[in-house]
């Protein structure tokens, strides 16, 4: 009793003890609450110092009187509410109660200063009780804000005198206690909070700021203790018993209030309870191990399920602590436990993982990588064993299985309904689909199972960024077919569920592309691993061919509508993305209804790849079969998307094999380039008679003025040579074969056939041919074009007169590009395509005339080139169909006569063209033979044109006798 009495203060003068009737009329006077010398009732205030009176004097009456101070504290409190709420200066019941809290807490100080072993404990569980009944008592009253706002709470009730001298008071015995025995406090905090929640959150939090690692430690220790307390044993269902626990009223575990208040510190002092809880955990691990550190690992587990903010507080932390040596420890640990606990233990991981948001990816590869390690070396250090493994095998495989129920089993929502609930761990590896994807190919034994299968689980969860995002980095980083297999399976999973996922997938490739986040070499492996699945190459086999097939189809579609952007690569600066570009391009299908404007585009960069690659060719000769036939499928492929896109690949091809450098690869002489056409253009302007006056005082003019000679100009360098570099002719007719069989093959295209089949033997179709006449035409004759295009019936003598240089310019053009001969003749296997060429065959056939007419040679031997073209010429009539078998075998003759013969037969035909104008209106369509032929028998009589041919054979029979009968009408 002597150690609760009042002790000697260090700041209050000493007062002499009370006499027995002194006290008596303290007790009495107490009890009645009136004064017994006056007879008159006491105020708050007197009855309040009657109770310090008494707590200071008869210890007996300790628990009275701190009962009754329990009230001035309330009605302060209400006075102070009452005051924010009507804005007065003081209430009249609460006017000198400040005065006596103050005195309160001055006495209960002076007690724990004094004695604070046998004051400490009962002063803060008093005041902490007290507290927790006035947040609670308070709570719903107007002006108080909701528990929620605890900084607003805090602010409130420090603001008042009372509640601001309970939280010192509490504090004072706290600081007292922390050496000696904390744990009475913690629990008294602990208790009050399981009452009080959540209006007591703002004590909680206050305490906490004061004393974080005192109050950290001494909460995680006492609530060890009562989750022992209550039967908690090590492999106990912590879901249902938590579940419990929050319904239990009549006996509600610490672990709630634990968590609280360890969620209330976490802002500020995350750090302090991450050490204190891996020290725990740590500490359970030891070689001698109290019975509370045996549950310290469900206890921690139990936190966990509780409050995710704790979860992810230590999740990457606990990890890297995961040592062998730890996990080894681990094993032992629970090795010992019923089957059923080990289960209930597992699924409570598996849960706690699916929570897991911070770290979500670390932890699946410390799971991935225990279970199943990717290298075969062992590091150095203990060894594994092999129930760890075994566990992490099976947490994953539960895992996987878990989150199929938690993503399959989310409801679509609705506009009515809440959002779907989320998956924190799925939430968390959005962003490391990459590093997923990268895993999984990997192809090792179980792990890219595991991870193919989380992949398409995240996609279904996440489709719009995540499905799209994991097909294309399969795509992109796969490099043979069993890694593009992946891609080809992970669609055959998803498409069931999803929507435009290949478009979707085409679109990230194509943002990809313009970000230009890939490098080259990643770039055209894509490419190529889109062609493969395009072809049905991409693996995927057995089961999953229908799904490929599928795939390889809708990818084709969806590729061909991104034609522009995919076109554009054909142009790229790198051969290697550019070949990958033009192969994925010719294995799509392209639909009928693609828009002229991306049409066009890409037949332009399609017909320029086309001539680079032959230009590329003399230098790149193990890339040509591949890189050509790809480049001529695409142009093919084209070709066949509509009439309109075949006349379009038609006209590119003839005007580029006929234009520029590409003309050069089939024999035509280089162009003039653009600095010697200004330095032409400059000396038109320049007086030769200044030029020469330059040279006079440098120049010997004794020899003449034949001996100036001028190989430049100074400051310019010497003339270009104008020689173009020599090519052999097995390459330029390598070049034109390969041009001829790609113009062909995009002919037969145009009337339906297959891209990839062999035109060889096919039959020019008659529009193909018209296109590829017009193509001709403009870009030989382009001024006959531009005055009217026409021209096909055959002018009078008078009038061709007129023409003598457009003529000249032809015969010219021919000569200088032995590529239009083959072009005339494929025109003319299309026929009646050759009537449209009427004004290059005019002018040629003019220009061989003239040629032959002013020939001064004995054999057309001595002329070449106007042999091979007069013979050429009327070859192609003749398959035209412009002149009749009679006529149109004399070029056979042309080798073994003399220039002016020839001159008279070409005039004979230029007579029968006259009077035979080649229209295609003389063509008729025989549907037996699928073919236009032409009856000679409505034309004019051939008697003139023969008997000169007929003459011609007279003369020389002693030599064409043998050939005679070829000539008969």
Known sequence: MSALCDPPGANSPPRPPLSAQELAQEVKAFLSGVDPVHGTKLSAAEHARCALVLLRSLPPARHAALDHLRSVFDEQVCSHLLERENGAASSRSGAGLEDVVQEIQRVLAEFVRGNPKAWAPVVSAWSIDLMGQLSSKYAGRHGVPHASSLNELLQLWMACKATRSLMEIYTQCLSAMIGGCPDACVDALLDTSVQHSPHFDWVVAHIGSSFPNTIINRVLSCGLKDFCAHGASPGADLLLAGAAA???????????????????????????????????FHESLGPAREPPHQAAVPFLLQLAVMSPALLAAVSSELVDSFKPSVLNQLHQHFSSLPRDDLDNMVSV????????????????????????????????????????????????????????????????????????????????????????????????????????????????????????????FLLALARGPDELGLATQLYAVLSACLRDLLPATVATCVSQI??????????????????????????????????????????????????????????????????????????????????????????????????WL???????????????????????????????????????????????????LFGAPPEPS?????????????????????????????????????????????????VAESRASEELARNSQLFLTLLLRCCCCCAGADPAADASLAVVPPEAAKAVAAALVES??????????????????????????????????????????PLLRLVAAGRPALCYCSVLLRGLLAGLMAFWDACRESRTAGSPWHLQASCALVSCLAEGSLLPPALGNMHELFPQLAPFEVHLLLLSVWDYLRENSPLPQKFTFQARRGLFLRDFSRDADLAEPLAVLHSVLHKNIHRLGLLAARFRP
């Not at 689909?433 to 989380?454: A, D, G």
């Not at 209804?593 to 790849?609: D, E, N």
């Not at 004759?781 to 032809?810: F, H, M, N, S």
């Open 349 to 472: 991981v598996v849960h706690l993982i699916c929570q897991t948001s911070s770290g979500a990816f670390r932890v699946l590869q410390f799971l991935v990588n225990t279970a199943m390690p990717a290298s075969v070396i062992t590091p150095p250090g203990p060894t594994l064993h092999d129930g760890v493994r075994e566990a992490c095998d099976r947490i994953i495989q539960l895992l996987l299985l878990h989150l199929q129920k938690l993503v399959y089993n989310r409801a679509a929502p609705t506009l009515a309904d809440s959002p779907p609930r989320p998956i924190p761990f799925l939430d968390a590896l959005r962003g490391h689909v990459r590093e997923l994807c990268v895993e999984t190919l990997r192809l090792e034994r179980k792990r890219f199972l595991w991870q193919h299968q989380l992949l398409g689980l995240l996609a279904v969860y996440s489709p719009p960024p995540c499905a799209s995002d994991a097909l294309f």
């Open 780 to 821: 030989v004759c382009p001024e006959a074009v531009a005055a009217g295009g026409g021209e096909l019936a055959w002018p009078a003598e008078e009038q061709a007169r007129g023409t003598l240089e457009r003529d000249l310019r032809i015969c010219r053009r021919f000569r200088d590009h032995p590529l239009l001969f």
């Open 246 to 280: 929050a319904t239990d009223n009549k006996r509600v575990p610490k672990i709630a209030s634990v968590v609280g208040i360890l969620g209330h510190l976490a802002s500020r002092h995350a750090g302090s309870i991450k050490q204190e809880l891996l020290r725990m």
């Open 614 to 664: 032959l230009r590329r060719r003399r230098h790149h000769r193990h890339h040509e079969a591949s890189d050509l036939g790809s480049s001529g499928l695409l142009l093919a492929r084209l070709s066949a998307v509509s009439p309109a896109a075949a006349k379009a690949v038609l006209q590119r091809l003839v005007e580029g094999a006929l234009r520029g450098a590409n003309a050069e």
């Open 514 to 611: 313009h970000a230009g986040r890939l490098p080259e070499p990643q770039l055209a492996q894509l490419f190529r691993n889109l062609a493969a699945v395009v072809r049905g190459d991409g693996g995927g086999g057995g089961d999953d061919g229908g799904a490929a097939s599928a795939m390889a189809a809708r990818l084709g579609a969806a590729l061909a509508r991104r034609l522009p952007d995919l076109a554009q690569l054909l142009l790229h600066r790198h051969a290697e993305v550019a070949d990958a570009a033009c192969l994925l391009l010719a294995a799509c299908p392209f639909p009928r209804s693609l828009p002229p404007a991306h049409l066009l585009a890409a037949v332009r960069a399609a017909v320029h790849r086309f001539f």
């Open 674 to 722: 653009g600095k010697e056409e200004s330095d032409a253009a400059a000396a038109a302007n320049v007086s030769l008679l200044d030029v020469n006056r330059r040279f006079t005082a440098a120049v010997n003019f004794s020899g003449g003025v034949w001996a100036v000679f001028h190989a430049g100009v100074i400051g310019k360098g010497l003339k270009a040579s104008g």
